[in-house]
């Protein structure tokens, strides 16, 4: 009959560790048992040591940015390696990446490789080193093992950077939202890092200016990110339902593609359509909050229409059923308005903030997601109804209020800016529009939805979304989460069952 | 009255269906002591050197004092607008000196639909007619209508089936264009379509029917006086005139010809006037320089290249039959006025306003389903010797409306409006 495991002994190889590890030997003077097994409780046993350690860690993607941004991805047998260290050499400094630096999440794929593992085996690091002096030479190590080495590193600039890491991290994304909650959450300030720091070097410049009205009451605030496809087409609806003579059409480009022929095309849509357009240029993506935020200290009317670029008016509606759109007084409310989809069914006619219980049984984590939801999707309402979806989906919001899509807004320019605009903290996009309607109502605000007119909101459906707008989805979500998991404007998830 | 005819390309920088019935129309109203025409041609940013002059977008053709070409960049293809801020310069002041009352569109590429707006925006009290020469606005597959993946006839025009035919693009690309030439075509008084099959595909993609008269483009004859109607002894003698583009239809012409020839001990000539080739793929230059190589001994294909319309009716004359066997729905088919014009009788596919319309069969000529080798094979067999056949169909051809008369029928709907 064998003994309990834990009744049996163990005992330490000196001579086995003696051969294996010379430069021990070497520096420790000898062999001595004692001496070998004191190196390695304290240091061997950290320094993996062994041979084959190649088998139980690799390094899938590595790169680096000139702001001194590390960004590691990989994965690692922990029951093997336990706690380890990582040392980044850069030219001739080194510095350690530790235990608290690694963001785990699950790999099925390794798992089934290295035999099963209740410990997350896949990482992702991102860390930064200020003041790092830039060198042609990077050694990544653990220990003696050699993980990465470039004699020609290319250190990408910040925004070149922030990108690829999105969508390094979007494999954690992807995962569902109770798995990688926690990880969107590890993993956020260290974004966030990176987003601020790019976002502040950051500067906007005029290059259009066609001001052909000397008051200016409204301003219509259209961000532009990379293309400007739907402009000229959104300008021309814009003309067609009317534009009042003291509206100006405020324009920010966020890494604006081909801004000098847009420049020539918008001169030509001047020559014979009276309007008020300026134009603004981003140094780079500012984000859609930031790029909102400067258009409205910039503008000059009083009330502020912000319009997604892809926003278009109803093709039924007559320039009369939008005068009040353009002309309703405002006083101290945030107006939102009925979306359609380019087929005419409802997108929405207002949103909601609920949470699915986000939970992992391997880390034992248990925690609200918050998410948004949109009143009168999947509904049958045509944007040639007569009948308005308004009325009802106001009374379906049990009691909460109703948040707005900044899709498509209109509120008082004071007003906006004295509650602070959209909040920049959110990454190029996403959720700052629900913060800014729940920090909004929460300092005693009101929010309408407007049902007057319709518009119609080619969100760009069909189109695949790429790997880095799900990441930084995903991490504004977990944002938005971390500031309104508390706020009694959430609707109780049994209750979003039956809103629609 | 003044009238600006306003097209795509001008006969003498290339030739093409559209740009001659603009030219036509313009040359018979400045000849029309009640009017005084000009003519305005796009011809884009590309190619046309002899008609640019640098930093001026509007400039006159040689050896005339009314036809201008206009050159505008940043034509955007799929929108069809322009904003060109130089051209819109131009044009400005183009209808500012000119001043029309009536504006006669031919087309949307290259002038671009902004140019409706200028119009409007400079003339508010000019009246504006476009000609639906073509299916631009409802298919942006050079408004053919024709699906090259399925090889047949679109009949379906939903933005969510654009997308099978231009998969870079999204559903909500394909509402948008619809709203852009619909926005546009408001501000249009009214229509013309050439055939009623044109008629009919705009009134179904949403044109008002009572904003669109049919009016067939206006031919000029070439046919002598006193001429006597002459022909092949054998009557074997098959002609294809038109553009060698895969929607033209020449592959099935040849195999319907090579079918036809496997089962008759009769000589058969296909001869094949055309060029634009280059607007053709490569796939379908390919099968038909197989299908000519594969010929067999009593086939005979000739191919004769480009052909102009001050030559047409001797080339005409030199066939017996003109075979239009277009697979996509043609919207007029000048080739066939240009048949008729030779008492060509014409065996055309059925597709768009040939079958049926303007083709009837038995009568002024023969029909066959759209891309049916079988059939067409079978026509051929039939009219092969055919003298009969041929007589009764040359006879019962009545001549396309001569461009005077069409003109006249122009100015009976710009004075209603």
Same mark, same amino acid.
């Given at each position: 009959?064998?003994?309990?495991?834990?009744?049996?002994?163990?005992?330490? *190889?000196?001579?086995?560790?003696?051969?294996?590890?010379?430069?021990?030997?070497?520096?420790?003077?000898?062999?001595?048992?004692?001496?070998?097994?004191?190196?390695?409780?304290?240091?061997?046993?950290?320094?993996?040591?062994?041979?084959?350690?190649?088998?139980?860690?690799?390094?899938?993607?590595?790169?680096?940015?000139?702001?001194?941004?590390?960004?590691?991805?990989?994965?690692?047998?922990?029951?093997?390696?336990?706690?380890?260290?990582?040392?980044?050499?850069?030219?001739?400094? %080194?510095?350690?990446?530790?235990?608290?630096?690694?963001?785990?999440?699950?790999?099925?794929?390794?798992?089934?490789?290295?035999?099963?593992?209740?410990?997350?085996?896949?990482?992702? %690091?991102?860390?930064?080193?200020?003041?790092?002096?830039?060198?042609?030479?990077?050694?990544? $190590?653990?220990?003696? *093992?050699?993980?990465?080495?470039?004699?020609?590193?290319?250190?990408?600039?910040?925004?070149?950077?922030?990108? $690829?890491?999105?969508?390094?991290?979007?494999?954690?994304?992807?995962?569902?939202?109770?798995?990688?909650?926690?990880?969107?959450?590890?993993?956020?300030?260290?974004?966030?890092?990176?987003?601020?720091?790019?976002?502040?070097?950051?500067?906007?410049?005029?290059?259009?200016?066609?001001?052909?009205?000397?008051?200016?009451?409204?301003?219509?605030?259209?961000?532009?990110?990379?293309?400007?496809?739907?402009?000229?087409?959104?300008?021309?609806?814009?003309?067609? @339902?009317?534009?009042?003579?003291?509206?100006?059409?405020?324009?920010?480009?966020?890494?604006?593609?081909?801004?000098?022929?847009?420049?020539?095309?918008?001169?030509?849509?001047?020559?014979?359509?009276?309007?008020?357009?300026?134009?603004?240029?981003?140094?780079?993506?500012?984000?859609?909050?930031?790029?909102?935020?400067?258009?409205?200290?910039?503008?000059?009317?009083?009330?502020?229409?912000?319009?997604?670029?892809?926003?278009?008016?109803?093709?039924?509606? +007559?320039?009369?059923?939008?005068?009040?759109?353009?002309?309703?007084?405002?006083?101290?409310?945030?107006?939102?308005?009925?979306?359609?989809?380019?087929?005419?069914?409802?997108?929405?006619?207002?949103?909601?903030?609920?949470?699915?219980?986000?939970?992992?049984?391997?880390?034992?984590?248990?925690?609200?997601?918050?998410?948004?939801?949109?009143?009168?999707?999947?509904?049958?309402?045509? @944007?040639?109804?007569?009948?308005?979806?308004?009325?009802?989906?106001?009374?379906?919001?049990?009691?909460?209020?109703?948040?707005?899509?900044?899709?498509?807004?209109?509120?008082?320019?004071?007003?906006?800016?004295?509650?602070?605009?959209?909040?920049?903290?959110?990454?190029?996009?996403?959720?700052?529009?629900?913060?800014?309607?729940?920090?909004?109502?929460?300092?005693?605000?009101?929010?309408?939805?407007?049902?007057?007119?319709?518009?119609?909101?080619?969100?760009?459906?069909?189109?695949?979304?790429?790997?880095?707008?799900?990441?930084?989805?995903?991490?504004?979500?977990?944002?938005?989460?971390?500031?309104?998991?508390?706020?009694?404007?959430?609707?109780?998830?049994?209750?979003?069952?039956?809103?629609? | 009255?003044?009238?600006?005819?306003?097209?795509?390309?001008?006969?003498?920088?290339?030739?093409?269906?559209?740009?001659?019935?603009?030219?036509?129309?313009?040359?018979?109203?400045?000849?029309?002591?009640?009017?005084?025409?000009?003519?305005?041609?796009?011809?884009?940013?590309?190619?046309?050197?002899?008609?640019?002059?640098?930093?001026? +977008?509007?400039?006159?053709?040689?050896?005339?004092?009314?036809?201008?070409?206009?050159?505008?960049?940043?034509?955007?293809?799929?929108?069809?607008?322009?904003?060109?801020?130089?051209?819109?310069?131009?044009?400005?002041?183009?209808?500012?000196?000119?001043?029309?009352?009536?504006?006669?569109?031919?087309?949307?590429?290259?002038?671009?639909?902004?140019?409706?707006?200028?119009?409007?925006?400079?003339?508010?009290?000019?009246?504006?007619?476009?000609?639906?020469?073509?299916?631009?606005?409802?298919?942006?597959?050079?408004?053919?209508?024709?699906?090259?993946?399925?090889?047949?006839?679109?009949?379906?025009?939903?933005?969510?089936?654009?997308?099978?035919?231009?998969?870079? $693009?999204?559903?909500?690309?394909?509402?948008?264009?619809?709203?852009?030439?619909?926005?546009?075509?408001?501000?249009?008084?009214?229509?013309?379509?050439?055939?009623?099959?044109?008629?009919?595909?705009?009134?179904?993609?949403?044109?008002?029917?009572?904003?669109?008269?049919?009016?067939?483009?206006?031919?000029?004859?070439?046919?002598?006086?006193?001429?006597?109607?002459?022909?092949?002894?054998?009557?074997?003698?098959?002609?294809?005139?038109?553009?060698?583009?895969?929607?033209?239809?020449?592959?099935?012409?040849?195999?319907?010809?090579?079918?036809?020839?496997?089962?008759?001990?009769?000589?058969?000539?296909?001869?094949?006037?055309?060029?634009?080739?280059?607007?053709?793929?490569?796939?379908?230059?390919?099968?038909?320089?197989?299908?000519?190589?594969?010929?067999?001994?009593?086939?005979?294909?000739?191919?004769?290249?480009?052909?102009?319309?001050?030559?047409?009716?001797?080339?005409?004359?030199?066939?017996?039959?003109?075979?239009?066997?277009?697979?996509?729905?043609?919207?007029?088919?000048?080739?066939?006025?240009?048949?008729?014009?030779?008492?060509?009788?014409?065996?055309?596919?059925?597709?768009?306003?040939?079958?049926?319309?303007?083709?009837?069969?038995?009568?002024?000529?023969?029909?066959?389903?759209?891309?049916?080798?079988?059939?067409?094979?079978?026509?051929?067999?039939?009219?092969?010797?055919?003298?009969?056949?041929?007589?009764?169909?040359?006879?019962?051809?009545?001549?396309?409306?001569?461009?005077?008369?069409?003109?006249?029928?122009?100015?009976?709907?710009?004075?209603?409006?």
């Amino acid at each position: 009959m064998s003994l309990p495991r834990e009744d049996r002994e163990m005992k330490f *190889l000196p001579e086995l560790y003696a051969l294996n590890n010379a430069d021990v030997v070497v520096a420790i003077g000898g062999e001595n048992p004692d001496q070998l097994y004191t190196h390695y409780q304290s240091n061997g046993r950290y320094e993996i040591r062994f041979p084959n350690s190649n088998q139980y860690i690799n390094l899938e993607d590595v790169f680096y940015s000139s702001g001194g941004h590390f960004l590691l991805v990989g994965w690692a047998d922990r029951r093997i390696l336990g706690e380890f260290k990582l040392t980044v050499e850069v030219g001739y400094v %080194c510095f350690d990446i530790i235990n608290q630096d690694f963001c785990w999440h699950s790999r099925p794929d390794v798992n089934t490789v290295i035999g099963g593992s209740n410990l997350n085996a896949g990482f992702i %690091c991102l860390v930064q080193l200020s003041n790092l002096t830039l060198s042609s030479r990077v050694t990544i $190590r653990l220990g003696a *093992l050699i993980l990465h080495f470039n004699e020609a590193a290319r250190w990408l600039s910040p925004d070149n950077f922030l990108n $690829r890491a999105l969508g390094a991290a979007c494999a954690i994304a992807d995962k569902p939202i109770g798995i990688g909650l926690e990880s969107a959450n590890f993993l956020f300030p260290a974004f966030h890092s990176i987003w601020n720091e790019y976002r502040s070097s950051l500067n906007y410049v005029k290059v259009f200016d066609n001001s052909v009205s000397v008051s200016i009451r409204r301003s219509i605030v259209i961000v532009q990110h990379r293309q400007a496809d739907f402009l000229l087409e959104q300008l021309g609806e814009l003309s067609r @339902i009317g534009l009042p003579d003291d509206a100006e059409i405020l324009l920010v480009g966020n890494e604006l593609e081909n801004a000098v022929t847009l420049c020539d095309n918008l001169t030509a849509y001047c020559l014979v359509n009276k309007v008020n357009i300026r134009m603004f240029l981003c140094s780079g993506n500012s984000g859609f909050s930031a790029a909102n935020n400067f258009a409205a200290t910039v503008a000059l009317g009083e009330t502020l229409f912000f319009m997604n670029p892809d926003i278009f008016p109803s093709p039924t509606q +007559s320039a009369d059923e939008f005068k009040e759109f353009w002309s309703a007084p405002l006083e101290n409310e945030l107006t939102g308005h009925l979306l359609y989809y380019g087929t005419g069914s409802i997108m929405h006619s207002g949103m909601f903030a609920t949470y699915d219980l986000a939970f992992d049984p391997t880390t034992a984590s248990h925690n609200k997601a918050l998410r948004i939801e949109h009143l009168g999707k999947d509904l049958r309402w045509h @944007i040639e109804d007569v009948t308005c979806p308004i009325k009802a989906s106001s009374d379906l919001t049990v009691g909460k209020s109703i948040l707005a899509s900044a899709a498509l807004w209109k509120i008082n320019k004071d007003l906006f800016v004295r509650s602070g605009g959209f909040s920049t903290d959110y990454i190029f996009a996403y959720y700052e529009d629900a913060d800014y309607c729940m920090r909004f109502l929460t300092m005693g605000g009101r929010i309408v939805v407007d049902p007057s007119s319709r518009w119609i909101h080619l969100e760009g459906a069909g189109k695949p979304m790429s790997s880095t707008k799900r990441c930084f989805m995903w991490l504004n979500r977990a944002l938005f989460t971390q500031r309104f998991g508390d706020s009694t404007l959430l609707v109780e998830p049994i209750d979003s069952m039956t809103l629609i | 009255m003044r009238y600006l005819s306003i097209s795509l390309y001008h006969p003498r920088a290339i030739k093409g269906g559209a740009q001659y019935v603009a030219k036509d129309l313009f040359d018979a109203a400045d000849q029309d002591p009640d009017w005084d025409a000009f003519l305005l041609s796009a011809i884009g940013h590309v190619g046309f050197d002899q008609y640019r002059r640098v930093g001026a +977008s509007i400039t006159l053709f040689p050896d005339s004092k009314k036809e201008f070409a206009m050159a505008s960049a940043g034509f955007d293809g799929f929108y069809n607008v322009t904003y060109d801020p130089r051209a819109t310069k131009a044009l400005v002041r183009f209808l500012t000196d000119t001043h029309p009352d009536i504006i006669h569109l031919h087309h949307s590429i290259l002038i671009g639909l902004d140019a409706i707006d200028i119009i409007r925006s400079v003339l508010p009290k000019a009246k504006i007619f476009y000609t639906l020469h073509e299916y631009i606005p409802i298919c942006s597959m050079n408004g053919q209508l024709f699906r090259y993946s399925e090889r047949e006839i679109c009949s379906d025009t939903s933005p969510d089936q654009c997308v099978r035919c231009v998969p870079s $693009r999204s559903a909500d690309d394909f509402l948008l264009r619809r709203r852009r030439f619909t926005r546009a075509f408001e501000k249009v008084h009214h229509f013309i379509a050439p055939s009623g099959h044109l008629h009919k595909r705009y009134t179904q993609w949403g044109l008002p029917a009572e904003k669109i008269s049919v009016v067939p483009n206006g031919h000029k004859g070439l046919r002598p006086p006193q001429w006597n109607t002459t022909r092949s002894a054998h009557l074997n003698i098959f002609g294809f005139f038109g553009q060698f583009l895969d929607a033209k239809g020449v592959d099935v012409l040849l195999k319907a010809g090579i079918r036809a020839a496997n089962l008759t001990r009769e000589t058969i000539v296909i001869k094949l006037f055309g060029g634009n080739r280059q607007f053709a793929t490569e796939g379908y230059l390919r099968s038909v320089a197989k299908l000519i190589a594969d010929c067999p001994d009593n086939l005979k294909v000739e191919e004769y290249g480009e052909y102009s319309r001050d030559n047409v009716f001797n080339l005409m004359a030199s066939v017996d039959w003109v075979v239009v066997p277009s697979v996509w729905p043609e919207t007029f088919a000048l080739v066939v006025s240009e048949a008729w014009d030779a008492k060509r009788p014409v065996i055309a596919s059925s597709a768009g306003a040939l079958g049926g319309e303007r083709i009837v069969h038995d009568r002024n000529g023969m029909v066959f389903p759209p891309g049916s080798v079988e059939a067409l094979a079978d026509l051929i067999l039939i009219s092969l010797g055919n003298s009969e056949l041929w007589s009764k169909l040359s006879n019962g051809i009545v001549d396309e409306v001569s461009v005077n008369d069409a003109w006249e029928a122009h100015t009976k709907l710009f004075q209603a409006e």
